[in-house]
Each structure stands twice: as structure tokens, then as C-alpha cells.
């Protein structure tokens, strides 16, 4: 029984190619490559299969990348081994990418994977001193397109570390958000609905923008903006082009959907004539439950002005959680000069005061602080004081009095009543 031959690889196969796929599992091999990858490269890339009669017994599937090539499937039926079959495929295969000018040759095993013979006998060497690492981008390729419509991207990984300070904050949002949208099999098994959309509200630039991102960065998940002011320019209206943009991001595999300043499309619908915004009011009203049915997904809204909002827009069951991000307090403030003070001179500066200094002090207030300070700093440097480059102290970089004098001279952003206000929306209107 050794009428068994190599040749070119057909569609027909793909079910000879599953067939070994399984019996390879079957024998307690976990395959390197997953089978979509092996499934793919037989269409797109080499692939030769051994048949007896119409019976496809083992096959090779190999990729080229510049000059390395490599085996993503290598296979035979248990009951065809010993024949030298693995062997032929590979040389097989190594012909059909003899084309690509390949200077090495590789495979990935296994280590469960015992019948190295093949390899052996192609002129293969075991290299013993390496390690596989693998990490599994969350996003699929295919899915970049339909991203880069809604003008959605992948951030950094490293926003939720960046986020200064607000400790509070962010564990309440990584209990409540990320813990059960990351581990989502094991909150199913405690009975943990996850949460599909949540309010961030607070005076302006305390940081709901940078958590919405650091959210998306945390769960690894695209970030896709909504502008409403950008669709109001569709001719389908604000109302259509909301719809429509929902049903794009319906699309995506995994979205964190982010709409800020949302009380200018979800504000109180009084008024007599009806606001023009009414409508897109209701529309927002609509899309909310049909997003909430779709997993992998969350809708982060954003307002400084919570009071605004249309009351039903806030009920349970559209909103999850209705979470204050409020001023820094001393922790998070003294974490943020931390951040923002050069590294060279951090050591130097009197940051307690500093942080005396900014109570009342949004993050943005401070950034601005110590963007001043670093560039009054840098002028003094270089246009007085003999334009030496260097500070009163001998070295380079800001000192203390420049922080204090450009403190002295920022306005804060949330006026005392306005913060006042906002620890009234906490007690009436927060929920978390
Ligand atoms: N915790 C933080 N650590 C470091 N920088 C921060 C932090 N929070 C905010 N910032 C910085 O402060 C600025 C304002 O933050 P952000 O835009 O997120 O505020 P916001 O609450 O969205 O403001 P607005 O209400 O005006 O939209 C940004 O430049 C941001 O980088
Ligand atoms: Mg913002």
C-alpha cells in the first residue's frame, strides 16, 4: 500500500486538511499556528497535500517572509507514518517556495509533538535554546478598515498607567468596568451583568476625556469617537447619521465608544416650540438598549453639566454607572507634578508646596502650570541671567519659584461654586 503521491494543494482539500487538523488534536498536539492561519496560508501561501486514491493522508503548508520561510503545518495520519511522507511533503513544499529566494527554513513544534523525523531527515536542526512568546492583538486586521471609517484607533497600551493620581477613581473603574468587561467569562460564572454604557461627569478638564481613552487602552479595545458635531453636517441629519454610526460600530468585534460633552444631544427635552434637538434626543434614547444587547462593547458619555441632561437619558438601565470625576485631591495632585516636572529636576523642587499651592486645581490647570513654569524657566535661562542656559541653582531646568509664580499666575478652570454644584450632582444624581 505505498501508491500515496505529493502534489499541489486544492479548495477540495481543506476538509483532508481539517481532517488532520483533528487527528493531530486527537493526539494530544496543540497545533503552533491556529487553523484559521493554516486554513489561510493553503489558499494564499504553499501548500501540498498527500493523497492516496482521493483520500488527502498528510500535508505541508509553508510561508514565505522576506527571506525566511516558515512550516505552519506539517501532518500525516497516524496510520500512513513511517513512510517517509513527511519527509516528501517538506521537500515538497521547500520546492514550491524555492522561488522566494529563501535563505533559512523554520518550524515551530510543539513540545508535546514527538515525531520529528520529518524534520530530521530534511537536514532540520532542533535549536534547544529558544523560547516562544506569543501575544494576541484584540484586534482583527480585517477590522482596521471598518475602524478607520469611524475614524476609530487603537491607542497606546500605556494610557491607564499614565493616568496621575485618582486613585479613587480608577478603581472604582477598574472594579467596575474593566474587571468585568476583561474577564468576562469568569464575572458570567458569579452572575456579574457587565456594564455596557456609564456617565462620566465633572467640572471641565478633570480627566473624564483621558479616562474614556485610558479605558479603551486598559481593555486593549479600538476607541471609536462620536462627534456629534460632525455629523450634523450629514445630510441624512444628525438623528440618521447617529443611527448609522451605531450601526457601523455594531460591526466592530470590540469598541470602546466614547461621546463627550453628551448634554448638547441628550439635553431636557422642554421647551415649547420643541428644540430642534428633540429628535436626536429620542434618537440617542433608541440606540442606547439595541448597543446595550451587543457584548464587547461600552459606551462612555461624558458631560461637565450632568444637571442638563434629560432625565430619562440618566435611568437605570440606559447607564450602567453615573460616575463623578472631580478636582485631584493632595495624592493625586502631588502624583501629577510628579509627572509633569522633568525628570533631571524633580529631585529639586519643593513639590509639598506645590501641591499646597494648586488645591482647587483641575489636572489640566496643573499641566498648564507646569508647562508655563518649564517655558518661563527656559527663557530666563537663555534671554537673562547672562544667557548661560542654566538656572539660579547652577543646573538646568525649573525651580521651585518658577512652579510657584506660574501658579501664582493660572486662573483655575472650576470656581469654587461650580465645584460646589458638583458635589450637589454627586449626592443627586451619581451613581456608582
Ligand atoms: N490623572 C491625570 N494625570 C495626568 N494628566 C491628566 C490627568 N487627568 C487629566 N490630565 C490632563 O489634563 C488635561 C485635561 O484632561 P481631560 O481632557 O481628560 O479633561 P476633561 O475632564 O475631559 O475636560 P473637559 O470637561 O474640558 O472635556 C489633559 O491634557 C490631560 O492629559
Ligand atoms: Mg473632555
Known amino acids: 500500500m505505498s501508491n500515496w503521491r505529493i502534489r499541489d494543494f486544492h479548495s477540495s482539500d481543506l476538509d483532508g486538511i481539517l481532517h488532520l487538523w483533528e487527528s493531530l488534536k486527537a493526539d494530544g498536539v496543540e497545533p503552533v499556528y491556529a487553523l484559521s492561519e493554516v486554513l489561510a496560508s493553503c ?11 482521493d483520500q488527502v493522508v ?4 509553508g510561508r514565505a517572509a522576506h527571506d525566511q520561510g516558515w512550516i505552519v503545518f506539517l501532518a500525516t495520519l497516524t496510520e500512513f507514518r513511517g513512510r517517509g511522507i513527511g519527509t516528501s511533503l517538506l521537500s515538497a513544499v521547500e520546492n514550491r517556495m524555492a522561488p522566494h529566494g529563501l535563505n533559512k527554513l523554520s518550524a515551530l513544534m510543539p513540545e508535546t509533538e514527538t515525531r520529528v523525523e520529518a524534520f530530521l531527515g530534511r537536514g532540520f536542526v532542533v535549536k534547544k535554546n529558544l523560547r516562544y512568546f506569543e501575544r494576541t492583538i484584540p484586534v482583527q486586521r480585517q477590522e482596521l478598515g471598518a475602524l478607520g471609517l469611524l475614524g476609530g484607533r487603537i491607542l497606546a497600551r500605556d494610557l491607564w498607567e499614565n493616568v496621575a493620581g485618582m486613585r479613587r477613581e480608577k478603581e472604582l473603574l477598574e472594579r467596575r468596568l474593566v474587571l468585568p468587561l476583561a474577564e468576562a467569562d469568569l464575572a458570567d460564572e458569579y452572575g456579574v451583568v457587565p456594564p455596557r454604557a456609564v456617565v462620566l461627569f ?5 480627566g ?15 476607541f471609536v469617537e462620536v462627534f456629534p458635531s460632525r455629523l450634523a453636517a450629514d445630510p441624512k441629519g444628525l438623528a440618521g447619521a447617529l ?3 451605531f450601526l ?4 466592530l468585534e470590540h469598541a470602546v465608544v466614547f461621546i463627550d460633552e453628551v448634554e448638547e444631544i441628550a439635553s431636557q427635552r422642554a421647551g415649547d416650540p420643541p428644540s430642534p434637538l428633540q429628535g436626536v434626543t429620542n434618537e440617542l434614547l433608541k440606540i442606547i438598549p439595541a448597543f446595550r444587547e451587543q457584548p464587547g462593547r461600552l459606551l462612555v458619555c461624558a458631560t461637565n453639566f450632568i444637571r442638563a441632561l434629560d432625565t430619562a437619558f440618566l435611568r437605570h438601565g440606559r447607564f450602567d454607572y453615573v460616575i463623578p470625576i472631580g478636582l485631584p485631591d493632595v495624592h493625586a495632585r502631588e502624583a501629577m507634578w510628579q ?4 525628570a533631571t529636576v524633580v529631585d529639586s523642587v519643593d513639590i509639598a508646596q506645590l501641591v499646597e499651592r494648586t488645591e482647587g486645581f483641575s489636572p489640566a490647570d496643573i499641566e498648564f502650570a507646569a508647562r508655563s513654569a518649564s517655558q518661563r524657566a527656559l527663557e530666563k535661562a537663555v534671554y537673562d541671567d547672562g544667557g548661560s542656559g542654566l538656572a539660579s541653582n547652577g543646573r538646568k531646568g525649573p525651580v521651585t519659584q518658577d512652579y510657584l509664580d506660574a501658579i501664582a499666575d493660572t486662573r483655575t478652570t472650576v470656581s469654587p461654586e461650580v465645584h460646589q454644584d458638583f458635589l450637589e450632582d454627586i449626592d443627586v444624581l451619581g451613581r456608582v
Open 208 to 222: 473624564k476625556t483621558t479616562f474614556a481613552k485610558a479605558i479603551a487602552s486598559r481593555l486593549e479595545w479600538p
Open 58 to 61: 498528510g500535508a505541508a503548508v
Open 43 to 53: 489558499e494564499k501561501d504553499h501548500a501540498v497535500v498527500a493523497v492516496q486514491g
Open 248 to 251: 457601523e460600530i455594531a460591526e
Open 202 to 206: 465633572g467640572p471641565p478638564g478633570t
Open 339 to 342: 509627572r509633569f516636572i522633568p
Open 243 to 245: 443611527r448609522e454610526t
